[in-house]
């Protein structure tokens, strides 16, 4: 998928003749910015410490787990060794199945991930549609990208991955997950938002020595109670 990725480096780092940017290319980002901003969620509001943290993070956790199906629009920005890119995200959760989209800003470009145990589909505005066994392995092998769609399907939530090593973890006077460190990931939680009767994450970092990726939520949907 290496047309989609050159379109959002040449987004990144738009070059001119006589040096210097476009003053349409300032236009953009301003516009972009303006867009941004009407659509960013209101702030959060301050966490309630409660009398047992940890027994709080149990419950909460256990019912994150038992979330089955849930929906997300936000945006994710990524670093890595190669560059910078910022796109919008659309996540889709039904059981193990997933769907998971990608738009580069002023239609440069689009990718889809569609999944279920066994099977993963990457589908491209560019190169067409690939397919593999996992995610991980898909992706990189398009884009060249390491990013953890197993783990970040419960990272997401704000509970670590099942069944996978805990190397540490930390709460908040909340019962909230504050950082975490698993399957040689390092996750930072900013901020949360109640949504009905849970507190979901809105703001989180995920690093590991080669790769950097800022996501903010924008709006979470669950399914009626």
Known sequence: MQGFVGLMRSFARPEYPFGGAS????????ILAILLAGCAISPEPRPVEVVNPRATWQERSRELAELREWSCVGRIAIRTDD????????????DDDYRIRFNAPFALGSAEIVGNPGKVVLRTTDRGTFSA???ESLLFYAMGWRIPVS???SWILGIPEEN???DKWEIDFSGRLKQLRQSGW???????????????PVRLELENPRFRARIQIIRWVLPPT
């Open 164 to 166: 996978e090593f805990i």
């Open 23 to 30: 003053p349409r290319w300032h236009f953009s980002l301003l």
């Open 186 to 200: 390092e996750i930072n939680y900013l901020g949360y938002r109640r949504i009905r009767a849970l507190e979901l």
């Open 151 to 153: 783990g970040l399907r």
């Open 83 to 94: 560059g910078a890119w910022n796109l919008s995200m659309h996540w889709r959760q039904r």
């Open 133 to 135: 066994a996992d995610p």
